[in-house]
């Protein structure tokens, strides 16, 4: 079993960066707009003759409220008409990327995200799945990973039953604070009954996946109102838990400057309530995954990590990392061989293109030899906590020595400061600096050193 994580006030302090989170590498600040609709379909044809499993993720970006830290692709409206378009317009898509795969090629993964999925009527649901079930290989056996982000203000029993009847069976519910004080300065009222009556449906129904996301760093947060919002989560025993740590980044995200930064926790407040909530999470049998994911060890999360086979892409850590990911919808990214591409993030230029039966892709990246062999070991030191440098020699046919020598000085200060075990087989992340995985990741990334730290989060 993996060590427990330990705290190391003096460690975080130090290595405390802004950074990627590195749900791939290259990461998508390094998408440009040489990439298009043509490098997809070739992309998806190498996909169709090498018969690789799909993982398909469908954005919604409807949301009837707005949530003032959310730094999500959406559209605020009461007007639910507005997906109808919208949904045209995705159904258009799915045709056109369905036929340049074989129809054998299974999803074993699927995930609604948004926005709020939820937002479709229930005739919306059923329709936009009958479509991706006619133009898709999806699993009729419920044996895929099929989830859908949940908003409990909008959802109730009846939309619960819709759901796994439509074949889904894991939940991601948004919660982020239950103080009502918190819920006020985000805009986003939200009652711990609400929350239970959907988790409660789910079970019921025997969803086989529950998971609970949590913001720490809110204004009006205190250390101890976000512990008595973690013990209340623990009581709802969520099979995993997301703590993340909110970035207050008002020039780029508009909602944001509806916050009063007077009322921010400040930093040394913030660490203390992601100290005390691993404590809580950890004493109530909880297991850190990494970056800000925690599972109860019989999940699969938790399994694969055991076993090291965990892997990361853009919807995070995940078990299917071996499928080829297709993003559906405005702003979605898909992740196929070498190929990373974003559709349009603009609402109007994402229809309009597919009302022309184009494609909205609008960036991109192609993996060169050397993205290939960073990715590989920023993936196994992200989701293993450990990098044997034999698998990455005999991968890629280098010597890991000498390919990141002018690294080694870096890494032996990280030794030095008990943030890594370094030898000449392997680096082992110690307990000490679990949490700062993502400082460890970034000494590998050849881009960031081009890139303005500002636009990433901190690390904690």
Not at 360 to 367: E, M, P, Q
Not at 399 to 419: H, I, S, V
Request: charged share 25%; with cysteine.
């Amino acid at each position: 079993m993996l060590d427990a994580i330990r705290w190391d006030t003096d460690l975080i302090r130090r290595y405390d960066l802004a950074g990627p989170r590195y749900t791939s590498y290259p990461t998508a600040v390094q998408f440009d707009a040489t990439i298009g609709s043509f490098d997809l379909f070739h992309a998806l044809r190498e996909s169709r003759k090498a018969l690789r499993p799909l993982s398909l993720y469908v954005h919604v970006p409807f949301c009837a409220n707005i949530c003032y830290y959310c730094a999500c692709n959406k559209v605020i409206t009461k007007d639910r008409g507005r997906a109808h378009a919208y949904l045209q317009r995705l159904e258009q898509e799915i045709q056109l990327i369905a036929c340049h795969l074989d129809p054998t090629q299974k999803v074993e993964q699927l995930h609604f995200g948004g926005g709020t999925p939820t937002f479709l009527s229930h005739d919306e649901l059923r329709q936009l799945m009958a479509q991706l079930r006619k133009h898709f290989n999806l699993l009729d056996d419920d044996s895929g990973d099929y989830g859908i982000e949940i908003d409990p203000r909008e959802a109730d029993w009846s939309t619960m039953g819709l759901l796994r009847e439509l074949g889904f069976n894991r939940v991601s519910i948004g919660l982020q604070d239950l103080d009502p004080a918190v819920q006020r300065a985000v805009n986003r009222l939200q009652s711990l009954e609400e929350t239970r009556a959907v988790i409660d449906a789910a079970r019921t129904l025997q969803f086989r996946s529950i998971n609970i996301d949590l913001i720490y760093g809110l204004p009006r947060q205190t250390p101890d109102n976000f512990a008595r919002t973690v013990e209340e989560v623990i009581a709802l025993q969520p099979d995993r838990l997301s703590v993340f740590n909110y970035a207050h980044l008002p020039e780029r995200f508009m909602p944001q400057r509806r916050i009063n930064s007077n009322e921010l926790p400040t930093p040394a407040q913030k660490l203390e309530m992601l100290q005390r909530t691993i404590e809580q999470l950890t004493a109530a049998g909880y297991r850190y995954i990494g970056m800000d994911h925690f599972a109860l060890p019989d999940d699969e999360l938790a399994i694969a990590q055991e076993e090291s086979t965990l892997q990361r892409n853009f919807q995070g850590y995940t078990t299917h990392g071996h499928c080829d990911l297709i993003g559906l919808g405005v702003s979605a990214i898909s992740q196929i061989g070498d190929l990373s591409c974003q559709n349009s993030s603009d609402l109007n230029l994402y229809q309009n293109a597919l009302a022309t039966s184009q494609l909205a892709t609008s960036r991109g990246l192609l993996c060169n030899a050397d993205d290939r062999v960073r990715r590989a070991v920023i993936q196994q030191l992200i989701c293993r906590f450990s990098l044997e440098f034999a698998e990455i020699e005999q991968a890629f046919n280098i010597d890991f020595r000498g390919y990141f020598g002018e690294l080694w000085p870096q890494l032996q200060t990280m030794a030095q400061d008990g943030l890594i075990e370094l030898d000449n087989d392997r680096i082992t992340v110690l307990p000490a600096g679990r949490l700062l995985v993502r400082s460890v990741c970034m000494v590998f990334d050849r881009y960031l050193e081009q890139q303005n730290r500002e636009r990433y989060s901190k690390v904690i």
